[in-house]
């Protein structure tokens, strides 16, 4: 497996909380991507994080990555309630393989 | 925006009986991939292609075969389906650029097999 402590969880928060999502990877990368699948939809690219960028903001979302640990992670600021997805951080791995975290469900009730 | 389309969007097949998911794609992407998503599992990597007449297997491929005679298509073959290959299907595409490959993806199947 490429990847460390699963990742998959449920987050249920209130609008208006912070809240952090973590990926921790096995397979050396040099970039980390992070991925939204609102209900019924295929995932969406949200922020793209490098190995020469320790953190990467975009709005209210911040993604950083830590080469050395091997970890990522995505935090929201001020969520909505359509920020209700799930959450998916993924890595490439050899050529142009990608594959994906188990994914964290975060539910964010108004 | 890259477009990715899959069909059919939903498929009911029988246990034993072959079964095909179409993909294509309109942003000439060198790059195309088959993923099951399966709650507890995220998505996970059936099979891959860099480009028409290459296929790679993924982290699953077992029970599954890809074909891509194009640039634009790429298949997901079952031949035998069975009950475990009862998931929804996503296709993707992306071509690389910048070192990130980020995938688009279509909507993707619901395949049920009884």
């Known amino acids: 497996s490429q990847w460390g402590e699963e990742n998959l969880q449920a987050l249920s928060i209130q609008e208006g909380e912070d809240v952090t999502m973590n990926c921790s990877y096995k397979?050396?990368?040099?970039?980390v991507q992070w991925y939204r699948q609102k209900s019924g939809k295929g995932p969406a690219l949200i922020i793209l994080i490098r190995s020469n960028e320790r953190e990467k903001r975009s709005g209210r979302l911040r993604a950083t990555l830590d080469t050395s640990s091997q970890s990522s992670s995505l935090s929201i600021t001020g969520t909505l309630a359509t920020d209700t997805a799930v959450y998916f951080c993924?890595?490439?791995?050899?050529?142009?393989?990608?594959?994906f975290g188990s994914g964290t469900r975060l539910l964010v009730s108004p | 925006e890259a477009a990715v389309t899959q069909s059919p969007r939903n498929k009911v097949a029988v246990t034993g009986g072959k079964v095909t998911l179409s993909c294509n794609q309109t942003n000439n992407h060198n790059n195309m991939y088959w993923y099951r998503q399966d709650t507890g599992h995220g998505l996970r990597l059936i099979h891959y292609?860099?480009?028409?007449?290459?296929?790679e297997k993924g982290d699953i491929p077992d029970g599954y075969k890809a074909s891509r005679p194009s640039q634009e298509n790429f298949s997901l073959i079952l031949e035998l389906a069975t009950p475990s290959q009862t998931s929804v299907y996503f296709c993707?595409?992306?071509?690389?650029?910048?070192?990130?490959?980020?995938?688009?993806f279509g909507k993707g199947t619901r395949l049920t097999v009884v």
């Open positions: 993707a595409s992306g071509d690389g650029t910048g070192g990130g490959t980020e995938v688009f």
């Open positions: 397979t050396y990368t040099t970039v």
């Open positions: 292609s860099y480009g028409a007449g290459s296929t």
């Open positions: 993924a890595i490439r791995t050899g050529g142009y393989k990608v594959v």
